[in-house]
């Protein structure tokens, strides 16, 4: 398959925002509302974008997306690739475009020097689990991940 | 205790190398080496920094420190402060520093209006995970986060 990766633009926002609609229904979440996609929007195409966005495309339609961050590890005294989503829709899974966007992923994070990428997985999600593992991702299981929300 | 938080500069770079080499030591974790602390330097300094590195200094001397990064969830459509670091020397806990960081970074969060704080701490770290329940941190434990190392 030849998958033509681009950055989200102004022209192509709106097929991001349907794709990060299909990775909420598949997360079991509730579909993003607007106020949530109105900043979703402004700080992807910000001068300086919080995160870079990405879609996959066939034949002109997006049928996958990536979320990345430039992260850093204090411990490697280097940037990190987080990858924040990876998503490829239902219809078009088992045909390698997961694959395409997760080498993608690589290509970059060496082309720039990082450290490595690290990313995070559903406990239940056995068939990305099992993708992670032929990608040569290592399960971090000595540390704890934490979380504290803030609401205003 | 009255602790001042500093961002780290070229005056106080080398007390922040002496606080991450002692990171290091409490992690079980070889000291750094001159390259590393040269890439932490650059990226700590550079006009856009890779990350926030932050001393909390008592009567002047540096006791503890902090690197932080803005990521981002975009299942909250928001900014997240990620604690990278946050370290107090051995002759200085049990007397609130860590609280007095920790603190802070809260405030940091609140006022960018960022979604929350994320952070990790080691499994075998009982007095640093009896601090985070304390602080209102939630571990992660629906997700498995993973790592690929990248070797040149």
Sequence with gaps: MNIQIERV???????WMYLLDGLAGFEHRPPIGTAAKKRLKADALAPTPRFEAYLGALDGEAIGCLTLLSTYSTFRASP???IEDIFVLEAYRRRGVGQV?????????????????????????EPAIRFYDKNRGVPISDWVWY??????
Aim: aromatic fraction near 14%.
């Design 9 to 15: 633009n102004e022209q192509n926002v709106e097929q």
């Design 80 to 82: 990190v690739l987080y």
């Design 101 to 125: 966007l997760f080498d993608f992923c690589v290509r970059l994070a060496r082309e720039r020097q990082y450290a490595g990428l690290e990313w995070t997985v559903l406990k239940w999600n």
């Design 147 to 152: 979380r504290r929300d803030l609401h205003a």
